[in-house]
């Protein structure tokens, strides 16, 4: 079975910080598909990024890095320089070897003071 | 661009009623997923289609049924509506059956059943 953690439920940052939403994720397939999808107060999830199990080069696109370590099984996503329009609920998921269907972490409410 | 859309924003209904939530994708996508959101539960799958006429319960079937005659449309029915089915439903859509498919989210109904 899969399992995908986020053990961040909520976190509180003030503008210009940097933020880190960890993702640590189970499973038993060598073969897999990591995402991570943001969902903004109007509510529609959207895909930010996908990274696959055997390309484990870190990823930066603007502010957000993303950082994949298959020795610990996690897929941690950085924010630099936070902006309040960062504020979003964050999803982790996971879609293993032969299965489409993605296994969703529980999010981790990111919110962005001014 | 990929576009879900969902019939409605907001609903309000009465215990007992039966409940349609209508789902439409305009990308000739495969696949479609209804889930539901509750707050420290993250995306529950409820039922997933992975072609016209053809459906597979997901993680929380029970009290809901659904449709797709249509390869554009999934529709969510909530046969006698109960309190406990008040949450954010979520459809979505993905292109194929590859674990690599990212997938589409519509902008969410959010059902109240009074």
């Known amino acids: 079975a899969q399992k995908v953690t986020q053990a961040q439920t909520e976190i509180s940052v003030v503008e210009k910080e940097d933020v880190t939403l960890d993702c640590v994720y189970e499973t038993r397939d060598t073969t897999y598909y990591l995402f991570w999808y943001k969902q903004p107060p109007s509510g529609e999830l959207v895909f930010l990024i996908r990274?696959?199990?055997?390309?484990?080069q870190n990823e930066i696109s603007g502010r957000y890095s993303w950082n994949f370590q298959k020795s610990t099984s996690s897929f941690n996503f950085t924010i630099t320089a936070s902006q309040v329009v960062d504020s979003a609920v964050y999803f982790c998921a996971l879609s293993p070897g032969g299965s489409y269907i993605p296994t969703f972490g529980r999010g981790t409410s990111l919110i962005v003071h001014p | 661009d990929v576009k879900v859309t969902q019939s409605s924003r907001y609903l309000v209904k009465r215990t007992g009623e039966k409940v349609f939530l209508e789902c439409v994708q305009d990308?000739?996508?495969?696949?479609m997923f209804w889930y539901r959101q509750d707050p420290g539960l993250g995306l529950r799958l409820i039922y997933f289609?992975?072609?016209?006429?053809?459906?597979e319960k997901g993680d929380i079937p029970e009290g809901y049924s659904v449709s797709r005659e249509k390869k554009e449309r999934f529709s969510l029915i909530l046969e006698s509506a109960s309190t406990n089915q008040t949450s954010m439903y979520l459809c979505?859509?993905?292109?194929?059956?590859?674990?690599?498919?990212?997938?589409?989210f519509g902008p969410g109904t959010r059902l109240l059943v009074l």
């Open positions: 990308m000739d996508h495969e696949n």
């Open positions: 990274r696959n199990s055997f390309d484990e």
């Open positions: 289609s992975y072609d016209v006429k053809m459906k």
């Open positions: 979505a859509s993905s292109l194929t059956s590859g674990m690599q498919e990212t997938q589409y």
